[in-house]
């Protein structure tokens, strides 16, 4: 942790609503893009310009947002533990954002919440996963 936890979650909450406006802004070009990795270089593209543009001297929003990842298939399953055998607990949608909390090997722990307070915590393969980098 590089601040004190007031701090530390001010710096999260600021990077996943920078990243999911940025998200949203690229939800049009989804509807109509057949070509994911485009979709996906695009995401990575808009928030890495909108970042430097903006926060260039913030090495903390920098911080913040390198514990987020997004969800690069149609649907990834959130499960108990890290194992195909385990229960799948939720479904992320492509270009969801979530908070990465572990990783271990090919499974991530993370962390996911919306608008509506689901908040979710469990384990994903983390092949599905993207960094904004």
């Known amino acids: 942790m590089f601040l004190s936890e ?7 909450d600021y990077a996943k609503g920078f990243i999911n406006t940025q998200i949203q802004a690229i ?6 893009e057949n070509n994911k990795s485009k979709l996906i270089k695009d995401i990575k593209k808009r ?3 909108e970042y430097n543009l903006n926060n260039t001297e913030d090495k903390n929003i920098k911080i913040a947002i390198s514990e987020y990842r997004f969800v690069t298939v149609d649907c990834l ?6 194992s195909t055998k385990s229960k ?3 479904k992320l949608n492509f270009g969801e ?3 990465i909390i572990n990783k271990n090997r090919n499974w991530t722990f993370i962390e996911y919440s919306d608008d509506e307070n689901i908040n ?3 384990w994903v393969y983390t092949r599905y996963l993207s960094k904004f980098k």
């Open 6 to 12: 007031p701090f530390y979650q001010y710096y999260l």
């Open 27 to 32: 939800e049009v070009n989804k509807q109509t």
């Open 47 to 49: 928030v890495s310009k």
């Open 77 to 82: 399953n959130v499960r108990i533990n890290n």
């Open 88 to 90: 799948a607990i939720y």
């Open 97 to 99: 954002v979530t908070r």
């Open 120 to 122: 979710i915590k469990g």
